[in-house]
């Protein structure tokens, strides 16, 4: 089970297309903080399609969903549903 499970089963229940999460939104759905690497770099929030050590997400992208258009200063991300 990966600490991204939460998140997991969170974007398979919503009812939506589109989801805009403040980092807090995402904590508490996690029940932990975010690592300091997630509020620096972009590429923690990365969709990409080749196997990494990224393993937040395996969160999102093999039930559809991406991540869009992230707002680091904002403490914002968008996740889009795509299938």
Request: aromatic share 12%.
């Amino acid at each position: 089970m990966s600490k991204y499970d939460p998140l997991r089963h969170h974007l398979n229940r919503l009812k939506v297309k589109r989801w805009r999460a403040s980092f807090d939104d995402v904590e508490r759905i996690l029940g932990t903080r975010l690592p300091a690497s997630a509020y620096k770099y972009p590429a923690w929030w990365a969709n990409e399609k080749t196997p990494t050590s990224h393993v937040q997400k395996l969160a999102w992208t093999p039930i559809g969903w991406r991540t869009e258009e992230l707002d680091l200063a904002g403490k914002q991300v968008t996740f889009a549903k795509h299938r």
